[in-house]
């Protein structure tokens, strides 16, 4: 049973257009997040969401929003794609509190190609 | 800013020898440091952690050491295993409490495990 489920795997689109990437977590944690992994390899926190209070990363544009629609599921909408969106793309999700670690569990990642 | 560094971007090892993987933080205010493996095409799976108040934990073949002092952490490995060539990544956290707290990943070290 796949813990940390990402839909598509892989995604290639047009600059302009909007695209939307699935998570699904079926482990009963309380916090999910998107991470992002650039052409440079490093892996850089985009949102947290938790109990429906949403940490943003002040570096990310507005174009990108993530949508809750329950407890076991973060989908990230991404609106006018541009080249450098290019990237893979992670979720993650985390038991969080009164656990009392922040060990966090990934899906397999989504490789969005933008052209 | 780097706020985790990973100096080594490859490092090769013998089987059966200790594989030893480093990595420096420069915010003092992480106190909660982690792990994770990554296999190509897969995300990151968590390994092992240590928070701030430890100066060692272990888990099998795997132990990491952690110098508040030297804002310095290593991973070691041993024996070292042909499935344990892979990206290594180093995270820190500012809250060992849990939460909606995303992780500082380092750019990663890939270990490759020689027969």
């Known amino acids: 049973d796949t813990a940390v489920s990402q839909t598509p795997k892989y995604l290639v689109t047009q600059m302009g257009n909007d695209k939307s990437i699935k998570c699904e977590q079926n482990?009963?944690?309380?916090?999910m997040y998107w991470y992002k992994q650039d052409s440079k390899k490093f892996l850089k926190i985009m949102f947290s969401?938790?109990?429906?209070?949403?940490?943003i990363n002040e570096t990310v544009p507005n174009r990108f929003s993530p949508k809750s629609p329950d407890k076991a599921h973060l989908n990230l909408h991404i609106n006018s794609l541009e080249l450098g969106d290019s990237a893979v793309y992670f979720c993650?999700?985390?038991?969080?509190?009164?656990?009392?670690?922040?060990?966090?569990?990934f899906g397999p990642g989504t490789r969005l190609t933008v052209l | 800013d780097q706020q985790v560094k990973q100096n080594s971007p490859s490092l090769s090892v013998q089987e059966g020898r200790i594989s030893i993987l480093n990595c420096d933080y420069t915010?003092?205010?992480?106190?909660?440091f982690l792990w994770y493996k990554k296999y190509p095409a897969e995300g990151p799976t968590f390994l092992i952690s240590?928070?701030?108040?430890?100066d060692k934990n272990e888990d099998g073949r795997f132990t990491v050491f952690l110098n508040k002092s030297a804002k310095h952490l290593s991973l070691h490995i041993v024996p070292s295993q042909p499935g344990d060539s892979a990206v290594y990544f180093c995270?820190?956290?500012?809250?060992?409490?849990?939460?909606?707290?995303?992780?500082?990943f380092g750019k990663g070290t890939h270990l490759i495990i020689q027969p």
């Open positions: 993650a999700s985390s038991p969080g509190l009164p656990l009392g670690v922040n060990e966090q569990f």
């Open positions: 482990l009963g944690h309380d916090t």
């Open positions: 969401y938790n109990n429906k209070e949403l940490i």
């Open positions: 915010n003092s205010m992480f106190d909660y």
């Open positions: 240590i928070s701030s108040i430890k």
């Open positions: 995270a820190a956290s500012l809250y060992s409490g849990g939460g909606a707290d995303g992780l500082t």
